[in-house]
């Protein structure tokens, strides 16, 4: 090689000192921020796998499951989750009750027959009603919806899960409406066409190509959003109280996993005690639920979105 | 019948044999199409004989596809979209008021370029028109349609084993043979096609090609086609479209060997287009 050649290679290709420091830094920089949520999750993980452990050796996990009373702070103490786990299935079924139905209706409804001004207007409604903080949710149940049940249904207890469940419907239905919305509008505009010069209506259209080849991502949305209403706390907490009840009658007071949470944490338990281990048994069921419902909705979407290629 | 009678002669034809005059059943008089304020088509009059292949030729951006789509008011759901004049189906106006574009669509089926089978099984693709219409009720009838459907998409014998399996496992010429039986299920006196081979090999192009051929006698076929050789394949009659309007229209062999116009010479000739 001549002098001049290898001359040439050094100033043209040789790597640069500064330059990849200056990478590496970047690079370990972006990384230490994907792990700080990482290590978070782990933390939180290993915090309520460590405190619901030494709840669980004192009280056996059968008697948590498949008890029937929960008074965690009342002699004699009882740790049966059931009570917790009926209060927010109540909450959860009446919201699902209005929020799938309504969600996939009004996504049908901006997706194939809104015009585009319309969508346009109905739009920024929805994230509006996304944007709310929960508390005033829970507020609105608290002064408005629970004052209507009353005058239907007089024996309607001030606090009642029907109010909670009526709340939490209107708060998770935006997330149904856009997430159906946008399952629908990834089906290819060929399946419309196809659907039309077979002689479809509109409506038929709608019911029997769209709702099908959208169902995956529909049902997807669907677990999301109960999945949501397990672990929404705020308009719960206020609207539907906070007394341990193994009912179904959604117009008495119950309480939820997640208000018996809010109870306990902001109350002056000191830690290392039952009650205070408790809270961290009922945070895990609450994270295992939530985690299945969301994995499941994963499941669901991944399959939907192999179905078109 | 009756022995006694004597025998009916055959009067012998002594002019030179011409294809019988067949009867119309597809027709535009005057019609204008426009998107807002741009033209698409523009005065077109034409017939379109019952059980033969029409194609429609033409330059990209002709107005072809639009003009197969007023064919079965395929073209409704543009909203800017203005229609004029009259087309007739067996002599009734499409676009008179109260009729029903759903209807219509029942009696001229459609092919796409794209095959497009539903998310569905092959069983439930076939099956999904005459379900909706109540034709064929369900049960052993509509077996029965949906095998004489695939049969006479030539689909068949490479499906009769796993009709449960999604349409979506076929082969794009599979897929577009069961579009078309899919479209043939419902019993349509016309068939449109939109340029139904773009998308598909040379051999499942031809296998299309002699499908058309077959199905021409039961069914009038209006196909739009980039491919002018496909047009002189398949065809009896041929329409060439420039700019939206109709240059030439006649038999096929008349097109592609003496075109009355210039401009058709020129298109088929390949000196344009």
Redesign the interface.
């Known amino acids: 090689m001549t002098s001049s050649a290898s001359n040439k290679l050094k100033c043209g290709l040789q790597r640069q000192r500064g330059r990849e420091w200056r990478e590496s830094a970047i690079r370990s920089g972006l990384l230490m921020c994907a792990l700080v949520s990482v290590l978070t999750t782990a933390a939180i993980i290993g915090v309520l796998a460590f405190e619901s452990s030494t709840f669980f050796r004192e009280v056996p996990v059968t008697e948590f499951l498949f008890g029937t009373r929960w008074a965690p702070l009342l002699e004699p103490r009882s740790f049966g989750v059931l009570p917790l786990l009926c209060g927010t299935l109540l909450v959860v079924a009446g919201a699902g009750l209005i929020a799938l139905p309504m969600g996939l209706g009004s996504a049908i409804y901006l997706s194939e027959f809104a015009s585009s001004r319309m969508r346009t207007l109905l739009k920024p409604v929805l994230e509006v009603l996304a944007g709310i903080p929960t508390v005033v949710y829970g507020y609105f149940a608290l002064t408005f919806i629970t004052p209507l049940l009353q005058d239907v249904f007089p024996s309607t207890e001030v606090y009642n899960a029907a109010s909670g469940a009526i709340v939490v419907g209107i708060m998770v239905l935006p997330m149904v409406t856009s997430l159906c919305d946008d399952a629908l509008r990834a089906v ?1 505009d ?2 419309r ?2 659907g ?6 509109q409506f ?1 259209v709608t019911t ?2 769209l709702t ?2 959208a169902l995956s991502g529909i049902l997807a949305a669907f677990v999301l959003a109960l999945s949501r209403a397990v672990g929404e706390t705020m308009a719960v907490t206020l609207a539907s109280g906070s007394t341990p009840n193994l009912t179904l009658n959604p117009l008495e007071q119950i309480q939820t996993m997640t208000s018996f949470i809010v109870s306990i944490s902001k109350g002056d338990t000191p830690a290392g005690t039952i009650e205070y281990q408790s809270l961290f048994a009922v945070g895990a069921l609450l994270f295992v639920i939530t985690l299945a419902m969301n994995v499941a909705s994963n499941r669901i979407m991944r399959r939907f979105k192999e ?2 290629e | 019948m009756n022995n006694l009678e004597t025998p009916v002669k055959q009067p012998v034809e002594l002019e030179a044999p011409v294809a019988p005059r067949r009867r119309t059943i597809l027709e535009t008089r005057n019609l204008n199409v426009s998107y807002g304020e741009k033209a698409a088509i523009c005065r077109v009059s034409m017939e379109i004989p019952e059980k033969q292949v029409t194609s429609i030729i033409g330059p990209s951006g002709c107005g072809k596809s639009t003009l197969l789509r007023t064919f ?1 008011r ?1 073209n409704d ?1 543009i909203p800017s979209l203005k229609i004029t004049g009259d087309v007739l189906y067996q002599d009734q106006d499409l676009y008179a008021p109260g009729v029903d574009p ?2 219509v ?2 009696h001229i ?2 092919v ?1 370029q ?1 095959p ?5 099984s092959i069983y439930q693709n076939v099956a ?2 005459p379900k ?2 109540g034709v064929a009720g369900s049960g052993q009838n509509l077996d029965e349609l949906v095998e004489s459907s695939l049969r006479r998409a030539g689909l068949w014998g490479e499906v009769k084993d796993r009709l449960k399996e999604t349409g ?1 496992a076929l082969s794009g010429g599979q897929q577009q043979r069961l ?1 078309i039986a ?2 043939l299920a ?1 019993q349509p006196a016309v068939l449109l096609m939109d340029e139904p081979c773009s998308a598909l090999d040379p051999i499942s192009t031809s296998r299309i090609e002699d499908l058309i051929d077959e199905l021409k006698a039961s069914y009038t076929i209006v196909i739009v086609t980039h491919n002018m050789q496909q047009a002189a394949r398949v065809s009896d009659l041929t329409a060439f479209l420039e700019a939206g309007t109709l240059v030439e229209f006649q038999e096929t062999e008349e097109v592609f060997t003496r075109p009355r116009e210039r401009r058709t010479e020129e298109y088929v000739t390949g000196r344009f287009g």
């Not at chain 2, 497009?116 to 569905?120: C, L, M, R």
């Open positions: 290819p060929s399946m066409t196809a039309y010069a077979l002689g479809a209506t038929e029997r190509v099908p080849a179905s078109y | 079965n395929m759901f759903v209807g669509r029942r089926g459609m796409f794209k497009n089978p539903f998310p569905k999904w028109g909706l219409n979506l579009c899919r479209a419902m």
